[in-house]
């Protein structure tokens, strides 16, 4: 059985950029949220979830 997955973004928390892509499970509950580097911010900041 093939799982269902869908495409999100990841938006820096400091400055409202997206600048990820990445793909997720459709029926899971949680969001993501990563430390990522931003290139807008120059530094490793929190990454969080969100729909295309």
Request: proline share 0%; aromatic share 12%; glycine share 0%.
């Amino acid at each position: 059985m093939k799982i269902k997955e869908r495409y999100v973004f990841l938006v820096c928390q400091k400055c409202k950029n997206r600048n990820y892509t990445t793909h997720k499970r459709q029926k899971a509950a949680y969001k993501l949220e990563k430390k990522k580097y931003c290139r807008f911010c120059r530094e490793h900041t929190s990454h969080k979830e969100r729909k295309l």
